[in-house]
T-cell receptor, first 114, second 114 residues
Framework: GAVVSQHPSWVICKSGTSVKIECRSL??????MFWYRQFPKQSLMLMAT?????????EQGVEKDKFLINHASLTLSTLTVTSAHPEDSSFYIC??????????FGQGTRLTVV | AQTVTQSQPEMSVQEAETVTLSCTYD???????LFWYKQPPSRQMILVIR??????QNATENRFSVNFQKAAKSFSLKISDSQLGDAAMYFC???????????FGKGTRLSVIA
C-alpha cells in the first residue's frame, strides 16, 4: 500500500509557541489531504480538507487562524498550531488520497502543550 | 449529513473464535463507500476492508468479511479465527463519491482473550 509519513510522532511545546506537523506522501501524489484530531478514547474528528494549491476548507468550529494548513505540493501538507494552549493537546492524524479511493493515514502526532 | 453509528463500545472474543462488530449508517445517497479501519495501540490507522455500495457481493479479506445490507444501511464486520493481534479499536467509516472525507463512527474496542 501507499505510504504516508507524518512528522514528528510526538512533540512537547510551551504554551504560546507554534508547532508545525508535516504530512508527506512518499510514493504517490496526494491531490487531497485531510487533517483529523483524536481525543483519548474517541473517534477521529475532521478538522480540514486541503487540495494541492488551494486554500484549506475547515470544518465548522475549527479556527482557521489557529490551525494553519498549507498544501503547497502534491506530496506535502503541513498543519501549524499557532499560539498553542494546553487545550490544543491532542493526537493529530493526516490522511492523503491520490488516484485510488482509499485514504492512507500518517502515523499521527501526539501534541502536548505545557 | 451522513452519520455512522457503532453501538458496541467494547467487545471481547476468545482466541480462534468469531466475532461480529456492528455498524449502521444514515445517508440519502445511492452510491458511496464503506470501510472498516483498525487502530492498534500504536494509533496507526490500518484499512481492514472496503465495500463499494454498488456491489452486492460482500467484501472479504482473508479472515475479515462484511455483511453489507444496503436497504437496512448496515455494514457489520466479521472476524474469523480471532488472533491476539486483532485486539484494537475498530472504526466503521463512510465516504461519499467524489473527493470527500471519511466520516467515522465512534469505534468499538475489541479485546481478544487467550
Amino acid at each position: 500500500g501507499a505510504v504516508v509519513s507524518q512528522h514528528p510522532s510526538w512533540v512537547i511545546c510551551k504554551s504560546g509557541t507554534s508547532v508545525k506537523i508535516e504530512c508527506r506522501s512518499l510514493d504517490f501524489q496526494a491531490t487531497t489531504m485531510f487533517w483529523y484530531r483524536q481525543f483519548p478514547k474517541q473517534s477521529l474528528m475532521l478538522m480540514a480538507t486541503s487540495n494541492e494549491g488551494s486554500k484549506a476548507t475547515y470544518e465548522q468550529g475549527v479556527e482557521k487562524d489557529k490551525f494553519l494548513i498549507n498544501h503547497a505540493s502534491l506530496t506535502l501538507s503541513t498543519l501549524t498550531v499557532t499560539s498553542a494552549h494546553p487545550e490544543d493537546s491532542s493526537f493529530y492524524i493526516c490522511s492523503a488520497r491520490g488516484p485510488s479511493t482509499e485514504a492512507f493515514f500518517g502515523q499521527g502526532t501526539r501534541l502536548t502543550v505545557v | 449529513a451522513q452519520t455512522v453509528t457503532q453501538s458496541q463500545p467494547e467487545m471481547s472474543v476468545q482466541e480462534a473464535e468469531t466475532v461480529t462488530l456492528s455498524c449502521t449508517y444514515d445517508t440519502s445517497e445511492s452510491d458511496y463507500y464503506l470501510f472498516w479501519y483498525k487502530q492498534p495501540p500504536s494509533r496507526q490507522m490500518i484499512l481492514v476492508i472496503r465495500q463499494e455500495a454498488y456491489k452486492q457481493q460482500n467484501a472479504t479479506e482473508n479472515r475479515f468479511s462484511v455483511n453489507f445490507q444496503k436497504a437496512a444501511k448496515s455494514f457489520s464486520l466479521k472476524i474469523s479465527d480471532s488472533q491476539l493481534g486483532d485486539a484494537a479499536m475498530y472504526f466503521c467509516a463512510y465516504r461519499s463519491t467524489g473527493n470527500t472525507p471519511l466520516v467515522f463512527g465512534k469505534g468499538t474496542r475489541l479485546s481478544v482473550i487467550a
